[in-house]
């Protein structure tokens, strides 16, 4: 590297120090990962038996790697089953699957997005949406979160011909959910296409009989013509990859249009084989989303005295699905926190900025359907007394 690069480097990395905001990558040791209140596995099908069977059958029968782009030789019958699994799972017409959420954000934002579409988006979008937006060159205005009026505002008064109103149906950092049906009523007013990452929402999220098939399935919202969805398959799903859901038509379009679909090597089969399993188990197991809202509720009840003595002005718990999110007074008390309750046996998130919407440093945990009753009363009492000492 060049010599103004690296004292540039160095600054950067100075600053990051000052502020608390130094990032390391958290190295999973194997084994016992004591009481995990940290990862996306809502489920707990990352190290299902199931899943791993089915990843090693994919392996011994297309070998490990896609081998080129889905349009090129990437794409087995594995894809193609998994595309309709979720297509079917969600209520959604039909299914493109990238090699992950973040390339199927990229992918459907891009190809829908450009000069002739305005991009109406929360304050409160993942990262993976907002690079997409800006990648499209569309006008994107951004409204406060959850905000109707403003998304309204924004769809009447545009100029462009067509309008995207970007959200997630249940957002990954606060874990609060959308007002979908609201949202769908101005789409349908003002002629606007509503995209739903449902990131943290399938799985775990939906009524009834659609109990872990997402926030839309089962619901006016799914197959509707003015909504398309996204997914990844790494989270609930214990795999590896993303999907975009919407029409036949839109399917046909992103095969064509979507950069991060047609310039990338498909993904692996071993992953989705392993998501196609999670597909049937999600169906066949609806306790497993049912284990994460008693675990949520249970998690909320341990801590909430707690958060309510603290006084914070951020509403703690707006919880819609697995996760919840503790304010913290700052990005090293969070740090603090996160490293104490690590040593105690109990993994949490750390979020710091950039990673929070509001710049308000936070410990995320996640309510995963796995975690008995004992692993949640050790942790509230562990998380109790760490926040209790954190200045
Ligand atoms: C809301 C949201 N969308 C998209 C993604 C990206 O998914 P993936 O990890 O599969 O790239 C994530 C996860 O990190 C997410 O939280």
């Not at 990862?39 to 990352?46: H, I, K, P």
């Not at 959850?146 to 011909?161: F, I, K, V």
């Not at 996640?366 to 975690?371: E, G, M, N």
């Amino acid at each position: 590297m060049s010599r103004s690069m690296t004292a540039w480097l160095e600054q950067q990395a100075a600053v990051r120090e000052r502020r608390g905001l130094v990032r390391t990558p958290m190295t999973r040791l194997g084994g016992d990962p004591g009481v995990d209140l940290a990862s996306n596995d809502y489920l707990g099908l990352a190290t299902d038996p199931r899943l791993a069977e089915a990843a090693r059958e994919a392996i011994g029968r297309w070998g490990t790697g896609a081998t080129s782009s889905r349009l090129v030789a990437g794409t087995t019958a594995l894809h193609l089953e998994l595309e309709s699994g979720l297509a079917d799972l969600t209520g959604m017409e039909s299914a493109l699957v990238f090699s992950t959420g973040y390339l199927a954000n990229l992918g459907v934002t891009t190809a829908l997005g450009g000069p002739g579409t305005l991009i109406v988006a929360d304050e409160h979008c993942h990262a993976s949406l907002i690079d997409g937006f800006r990648l499209s060159r569309s006008r994107v205005e951004t409204v406060p979160h959850n905000d109707l009026g403003a998304t309204g505002h924004q769809l009447r008064t545009r100029t462009e011909p067509r309008a995207l109103i970007a959200v997630e149906s249940i957002y990954s950092v606060f874990g609060d959910a959308a007002p979908l049906p609201q949202l769908l009523a101005l789409a349908e007013e003002h002629d606007a296409t509503l995209l739903v990452d449902e990131a943290h929402s399938l799985g775990v999220a939906g009524n009834g009989a659609f109990q872990g098939r997402g926030s839309v399935a089962g619901t006016e919202l799914a197959a509707h013509p003015n909504v398309v969805l996204t997914a990844t398959l790494s989270k609930s799903l214990g795999s590896q990859g993303g999907a975009v859901l919407g029409s036949a038509l839109l399917r046909e379009h992103l095969v064509n249009r979507a950069r991060s679909f047609i310039f990338d090597t498909g993904l692996a089969p071993s992953s989705a084989a392993a998501a196609l399993a999670a597909v049937g188990i999600i169906r066949a197991e609806p306790w497993r989303a049912a284990a994460v809202h008693r675990n949520a509720s249970s998690l909320t009840a341990g801590l909430m005295h707690f958060l309510q003595w603290r006084g914070t002005a951020v509403e703690p718990f707006q919880q819609a699905g697995a996760v919840q999110s503790i304010p913290m007074r700052s990005a090293a008390a969070a740090q603090e926190a996160s490293k104490a309750a690590h040593r105690a046996g109990v993994r949490v998130g750390c979020f710091r900025p950039p990673s929070v919407p509001d710049g308000v440093s936070r410990l995320r945990l996640t309510a995963r359907a796995t975690l008995t009753p004992h692993d949640i009363d050790y942790a509230c009492a562990t998380l109790r007394r760490i926040l209790e000492e954190t200045p």
